[in-house]
């Protein structure tokens, strides 16, 4: 999965959350189930793993974290770049742009094509 997408994904799930955290507050009492964007995420980019049977302890965490930690490192990644251009909108004490905008704009700027 590219890079881009990964980054339209998680604004995507970001903005999900965001709006549950809304509808929360109107209602506390609201059904804001997710759409499980996070799980197809997971499922699509962690690796399938198999381990041999007469591995050690040590030989499973090696290989789950070779397998695992480059799509874990991007996952993270994209979510703290965003998480960080949020922050900085909101440590300027801008108020003529919301959170919304703030990730509409990421996730504009790499429907683009853009890069980090």
């Known amino acids: 999965m590219e890079q ?3 980054m ?15 509808r929360l507050r109107a209602d506390p009492d609201a ?3 997710g759409s499980g964007a996070i799980a197809r995420l997971l499922e699509e980019m962690l ?8 591995a050690s302890a040590r030989e499973v965490a090696d290989i ?3 397998k695992l930690g480059p799509a874990i490192v991007q996952i993270t990644s994209t979510l703290a ?13 801008r108020t ?7 990730l509409r704009s990421i996730s504009l700027h790499y429907e683009k ?3 980090g």
Request: glycine share 10%.
């Open 96 to 102: 003529d742009v919301s959170s919304a905008d703030v």
């Open 31 to 33: 059904d804001v189930t």
């Open 81 to 93: 770049f965003a998480f960080v251009q949020l922050a900085e909108v909101h440590d300027e004490g």
């Open 64 to 66: 789950v974290t070779e």
């Open 8 to 22: 339209q994904r998680g604004v995507g799930i970001l903005t999900e959350a965001l709006e549950m955290r809304r």
């Open 47 to 54: 690796p399938r793993i198999r381990v041999p049977a007469e």
């Open 4 to 6: 881009r997408e990964i």
């Open 113 to 115: 094509g853009g890069e």
